[in-house]
């Protein structure tokens, strides 16, 4: 039951709006499935970048449910218990009096919060987790002045990147609108590049990377006709929405090589009967069930030569 050292337990999102993307985030950097659904393990503490993760931390007592539990720390004051199906394991309050601490429990459904000593407890089949967090949220929102109706949200771009992309990789959004997931491979230490046939969308693009003082660019380019690949990974927000005509998206499926090794390509639909039509099979489609209207992210690759 114990686990072995520099193992981190992880909670990625458990919101039905992203909890699917959050858990193909948290594999994509590295973690492993933990002892229950929405829980992954780590070796080396939370997985960078992690744009999802609402606790994580430390492993300080685990036990069978219904407890006893192993304490492995002193003291604890706090303990934050996340919504979470607990009531069939038996009650937190009777876990935590065996542990004999002066604790106080908070039924808890958000991050720890950095002002206070953090210890959560994660209950699972498997039995009782106690984890002492790492306070502070780990998501920082950036400041755009530029946002559009089509804009992504910034959480979800940067999940999206995350897929697909790693820190010093060469990205490229062909399709880059307000920039939003330039904004978030540029945070991410990769070297991003920006296209737009619209010079209104390559300029708000240009502005929202300059306000934060990242290095990308935002050109008014073609994606259908760029030869400047290709990247690393592509990352882009289709602009085949809800009146998508299918036939539209062959151009695109047959410049994908041309443009990037590893994709991730968001939009309303679910395109992958598409894109495998195309020769562009996506291996991972995640469904993103946004209570305004849904998206859907594509995740594949090209063959190696
Ligand atoms: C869904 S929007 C992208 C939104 C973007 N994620 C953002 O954060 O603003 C799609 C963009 O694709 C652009 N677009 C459409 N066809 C294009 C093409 N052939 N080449 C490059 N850009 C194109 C549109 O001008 C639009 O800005």
């Given amino acids: 039951m114990t686990p072995g050292a520099g193992r981190w337990l992880l909670r990625v999102d458990w919101s039905d709006e992203t909890r699917d993307l959050a858990w193909a985030e948290a594999l994509a950097l590295g973690a492993r499935p933990g002892p229950a659904p929405g829980l992954v393990w780590a070796d080396a503490g939370a997985p960078d970048g992690a744009a999802f993760l609402l606790g ?131 945070r ?46 592509v990352v882009g927000d289709l602009p085949y929405g809800l009146r998508l005509a299918h036939h539209d998206l062959a151009p695109f499926a047959r410049a994908l090589p041309r443009l990037g090794r590893r994709w991730a390509l968001v939009a309303h639909l679910d395109l992958s009967a598409d894109l495998s039509r195309h020769g562009r099979a996506p291996r991972l489609v995640v469904r993103v069930p946004k209570s305004t209207f849904c998206r859907y992210v594509h995740v594949g690759e090209e063959p190696t030569a």
Avoid: I
């Avoid at 429990?105 to 498997?126: G, I, K, M, N, Q």
């Fill in 56 to 186: 994580a931390g430390e492993v300080v007592a685990a036990g069978p449910p219904g407890g006893p539990v192993a304490p492995m720390v002193e003291e604890a004051r706090v303990v934050q218990v996340p919504r979470g199906p607990w009531k069939a394991r038996g009650s937190p309050l009777d876990l935590l009096a065996t542990l004999g601490w002066r604790t106080r429990y908070e039924p808890s459904s958000r991050a720890p919060r950095p002002d206070r000593p953090a210890f959560v407890l994660y209950p699972t089949a498997a039995g009782w987790w106690l984890v002492r967090a790492t306070g502070a949220p780990r998501w920082v929102e950036p400041a755009l002045v530029h946002r559009t109706s089509t804009s992504l949200p910034s959480r979800l771009a940067r999940a999206v990147v995350n897929l697909v992309a790693r820190p010093g990789d060469r990205v490229l959004d062909p399709v880059c609108g307000t920039g939003v997931l330039l904004v978030e491979a540029a």
């Fill in 188 to 233: 991410r230490g990769c070297r991003a590049t920006g296209g737009d046939t619209s010079p209104k969308a390559a300029w708000r693009a240009r502005a929202n990377l300059r306000a934060l003082g990242l290095e990308a660019t935002a050109e008014v380019r073609d994606a259908l006709t760029r030869d400047d690949g290709p990247y690393d990974a």
